[in-house]
């Protein structure tokens, strides 16, 4: 348990960096499960940010004398469970694009929220090195976010909708 906020930043990182070692796990899954091509990279495009974004982590430790190894992070651990579970429930196509969507938002949705709270949470620290390293991955995240939803409404639903018709 957190007894100040240096121990506080210190479990949080430990906790993104399980997160972010969990999604180098699963993006080849979801990209594996993915019939869109621009879907496809999409994945793999973030797979080679999160490897950097995990390297940030443990930058952004060292500058707090720690060492990351990480720590649960059930939120995580539940949202990865779910689109496994997910993708052997339907059959490879439209709509297991959608569903492959949905469940990389809910991954993001939680990062941009753990990035923001400890990017605000180093910058009340006074921990700007650490704030700066923080930012830049919630800025890839949220532009990942972003990027499924254009592809969502651009291409993945109207696939979908096609097919449902």
Known sequence: MAENMKALMIEKLNQAYTAEKLALENLPKLAQAATSSSLKQAFETHRQETQQQVSR????????????????????QGLAAEAERLIAQHQRGPLLDVILVASAQAIEHHEIAAYGTMRTLARSSGLRPVADLLEQTLKEEKATDEKLTMLAESEINPAAMQQSV
């Open 57 to 76: 982590l443990e930058q952004a430790g060292q500058q707090m004398g720690a060492q990351i190894q990480g720590a649960p992070c059930e939120a995580m």
